[in-house]
């Protein structure tokens, strides 16, 4: 789980397409991408229970050590987003970035035309059996066009979940994925990377918060021994702990992003039972209080 590095170069899809990775000059958010922006905030509006999530601010964001557990599609509706360490790679307004389930990352999110606002949906390792699978090659991230098709596709999408039940989300995913790979983004093929256990029990512990899910429980559902647990996640470069830090603040991360509940509500749906104690943590994973971040959310 160490930190990702970004080179930003550009590249071309199989077509000739150019893919952009620095930013235009757009003085204006362009007609499609305006669509899907409202389209989002109604469809949030409706329902906050849905397969994929809105992080939007009217100030700069400078979030460090975002973890990535899942592979995870963003699509860049307005602003410009920089991922990694000094110039990185820059995914500017009208441009998505799929980031493998590997890294952890350093991010700025950069209004422009007032708003930053980017649409987010995870996806599950097995969301990619329909492809073919490189056994040997594996990117941590690749960058395209939000075209018309991919476009339409993303409004249906959003449109669409907020009457579909939950159990035939997945089957639009993969839809997104096979919409995707058919423009001509065959690395596709090598953004999942095989779920690790720090990723299997970064899951289990995720779906018990804000319960403590004590070691020997997790050894009983992996069926290991506490002993052979502890020395895999060694040799995986993380501990337990660090896995249950990940998931705490992980999950806080995103409730300061997309809800407005009093930050002492989120400390506690993350298993703090300490306000301060939250905050101390999440300031010293990120490099910004949750108060701070959630200030960049509010006109002045």
């Known amino acids: 789980m160490s930190g990702i590095s970004f080179q930003g170069t550009p590249r071309q899809n199989k077509h000739g397409a150019v893919v952009r990775l620095q930013p235009e000059k757009r003085p204006n958010i362009s007609r499609p991408m305006q669509h899907l922006i409202s389209s989002a905030k109604t469809t949030l509006g409706e329902n906050n229970q849905l397969p994929f999530s809105v992080y939007s601010s009217f100030k700069e964001q400078r979030i460090l050590n975002v973890p990535v557990m899942k592979p995870l599609l963003i699509f860049v509706l307005s602003g410009t987003k920089r991922l990694g360490k000094g110039n990185g790679v820059t995914c500017p307004m009208g441009n998505f970035i799929f980031l493998s389930n590997s890294p952890t990352i350093d991010m700025r999110n950069i209004p422009e035309n007032e708003e930053y606002f980017a649409v987010l949906i995870e996806f599950d390792y097995n969301d990619f059996d329909q492809f073919k699978r490189s056994k040997h090659i594996s990117k941590q991230y690749f960058l395209g066009d939000i075209d018309s098709v991919l476009e339409r596709t993303l409004l ?67 069926a290991v021994s506490e002993s052979t ?46 306000q301060s104690q939250f905050t101390s943590r999440f300031k010293q994973l990120f490099g910004i209080t949750p108060t701070e971040l959630r200030k960049t959310r509010m006109h002045d």
């Not at 060694?234 to 407005?260: C, F």
């Open 156 to 222: 249906q999408y959003m449109e669409w979940s907020t009457f579909a039940p939950p159990e035939a989300w997945h089957f639009r995913k993969r839809e997104l994925l096979q919409i995707i790979y058919q423009s001509g983004y065959e690395d596709i093929l090598t953004i999942a990377e095989p779920p690790s256990l720090g990723h299997r029990i970064y899951d289990l512990i995720s779906e018990n918060l804000p319960d403590d899910v004590g070691v020997d429980r997790l050894a009983a559902e992996l």
């Open 229 to 274: 647990l502890r020395r895999r996640l060694k040799a995986e470069g993380t501990s337990i702990q660090a896995i249950k830090d990940r998931v705490k603040l992980g999950r806080g991360l995103h409730l300061v992003q997309t809800t407005m509940d009093p930050i002492g509500l989120i400390s506690e749906k993350c298993g703090y039972y300490s």
